[in-house]
């Protein structure tokens, strides 16, 4: 039986998914800024941050008004519970966008540090943790989820990486500490932003399953895994 | 009827007491107060019951939910026999039993019965008496005369009713003059001055407001230390705020019988999940 209110429940689910893209385009368009240096990119990164703010701020309050005027229950109370926590990790994840958007536009007064290879590996993996993560608002895959959660590991270790490879660079050439510098918290953004991607995963384990599986010893065992 | 005694200590099942609404394991809840197996049950040649299993812990709220004509208050009904008033109603099969003594025994004293399950019904229906008579009715039909153990039952039911403050100084006015919540809790404070075991509710609050619906909540709550209630309501957010335990039925048969927490967190029937989500029903 269809119920009056049932638009209200789609338009929750497509608000988040529009959020959800637009945090992945922000990420994308940062780090290629970084890529070509282009400064105006990064400028449109940063003025495009509002947009999160403000569509969490839309998605809290939907939240607040559906829970009180109707009253959900079971996978439903779920969903919005998920969609307000996860629209918190997404508008996160835009403040790591801008961070990395702000790095670039001071990188970008400088020469090149040295080819980009490892940072690219860890956008790739982070963006697809984040499609894959927000995949499950539509499609219920716990299974996928559970994938991006065992993915973290690898940023992780991509993020140590960098850091050892930066931390190199830095001893052996102090004249390009601060380049280095940037390019640390580059990674460290990138990190998170995986992060983020996985408290995601965990939340649509809960919306699929009902289950929450924070802290639980199987996903702590698979974002703290060693990857070959 | 002795074996149906509430004083034999040797059929009493003591259970632990979590918390009110607290998650509860029926899988390792001790054995149950009130056990419906396989039941069957018929109004003239229309079966409305399906094989029934349920078991019904002690001092624990169950809320029996599903749409009209699911076939919830016939069960409720079964539970202490009224169903026995209606011409051509009869169980088909199956049995209940209330600490393991089948209650359609041939030596079960239906009378007996029906004072370890008293009943409250979904429009308060207070008799033409005395706020004090109305509540010592039941006592009074028992034999018992002796005016303190009179007004000392009728004090402590209406304490228990929560109404004792509200009527202490009308006592000897008519019942009927209460409001319609009141009245419910007078009904609810007669029912307990016999001190059954059970008690019954069939939508106690349907035609109350929601003050008055609160009150009886938050009584039912209290009773639970005392009493095993076993409540039918079409109020979804009742059942979840008050009960225990919540069985949810639909065309006559038992789709899901789970800790209420569970039947609105994460229900296991998709059919639970349509009707308590108001897809349904």
Known sequence: MKRFFDAELENFRSLLLLMGEKATRQVHDAMQALALADVGLADRVIAADDELDLL?????????RYMSLRAPVASELRLVIVGMK???????VGDEATSIAKRVIRLAAEPPLKPLVDLPLMVTVALEMLGDA???????????ALSVCHRDAAVDQLNRQLFRDLTGLMIENPGSISRALELTFISKSMERIADHATNIAEEMIYLTKGRDVRHSSEVKKARSAVVP | MP??????TDLRIRTSMPAFASPVDIHQAPRALIEIENLDFHYGPHKVLHEISLQIPERQVTAFIGPSGCGKSTLLRCL???NDLIDGARVGAGRISIRGIDIHRSDVDVIELR?????VFQKSNPFPKSIYENVAYGLRIQGVRDRSRLDEAVERSLQGAGLWDEVKDRLHTSGLGLSGGQQQRLCIARTIAVEPEIILMDEPCSALDPIATAKIEELIKELRSKFTIVIVTHNMQQAARCSDLTAFFYLGRLVEFSPTRTIFMNPVNPQTEAYVSGRFG
Do not use: P, Q, W, Y
């Open chain 1, 134 to 144: 927000l995949d499950c608002f539509t499609h219920d895959n716990s299974e996928k």
């Open chain 1, 86 to 92: 996860a629209s918190h990790d997404l508008e996160r």
């Open chain 2, 115 to 119: 004072k370890r399950l008293g009943m």
């Open chain 1, 56 to 64: 969490e701020m839309k998605i809290d309050d939907e939240a607040v």
């Open chain 2, 3 to 8: 074996v149906m005694d509430s004083s034999n």
């Open chain 2, 80 to 82: 202490n026999r009224m």
